[in-house]
Every structure is written in C-alpha cells, then in structure tokens.
C-alpha cells in the first residue's frame, strides 16, 4: 500500500512560521499533482495549495504571499512553507496526491495523509 506520511505541525504565536512535510512512500510510478487542504474546526475542509510534477502552483487567496508549496520529484515529497501565520490558519492541515501505481493496465488512485495539527495563538 501506498502511504503519505506528514509531519511538521505545531503550536506557534502569530506570525511565526512552521513548514508541513508529507512523503509518500509504496509502489509508486508517479505523483502527477500534490495538494495541501486544511479543516479548521467546525469547518469543511479545503483547498490550500497545489502543485504540479512540473511545479506549477495555485493558492488558496487567503494564504497567496505567506504560503509556498514545494515538491522534491526524486523524494516523492511535498512541503508547505507557512510564514506570517494568523490565528484563523489553525487547522488539520492534510496532503493529498493521486498516485499512478500501474501503467499497463493505468491505475491511478487517491491518498491522504493522516493530517498534522497547526495551532496559531494570538
């Protein structure tokens, strides 16, 4: 089985910075696109950031200037680099990828990851 392994969050003080990692690890032939959603209490979860293979990105517009997304192909990892942080980005933040695991025939499938906790006090 395929598995997204997240690590990095924690607890800071507004505007303080934390970066979110998320390898995959398995029988992996390769991540076309990884994503970062967040679900903050009470709340449905949502889009943060993309990424493509080639590196192309997409914010979310709340966090568009204080968010960077990253990807190392090679390592089949995704960071998120979280700066200027405000209480509100507080959340269970998750990694997303869909994961071509076969070729021939193509398989491709969706994983998460297990969610890291980010608390930002005022």
């Known amino acids: 089985q395929v598995q997204l392994v997240e690590s990095g969050g924690g607890l800071v003080q507004a505007g303080g910075s934390l970066r979110l990692s998320c390898a995959a690890s398995g029988s992996i032939i390769s991540i076309p696109d990884m994503d970062w959603y967040r679900q903050g209490p009470g709340k449905q979860r949502e889009l943060v950031a993309h990424?493509?293979?080639?590196?192309?990105?997409n914010y979310e517009d709340s966090v568009k200037g204080r968010f960077t997304i990253s990807r190392d192909n090679g390592k089949n990892t995704v960071y998120l680099q979280m700066n200027s942080l405000k209480p509100e980005d507080t959340a269970v933040y998750y990694c997303h990828a869909p994961v071509v695991l076969t070729t021939n025939p193509l398989r491709i499938r969706d994983y998460w990851g297990q969610g890291t906790q980010v608390t930002v006090s005022s």
């Open positions: 990424i493509t293979s080639g590196g192309t990105t």
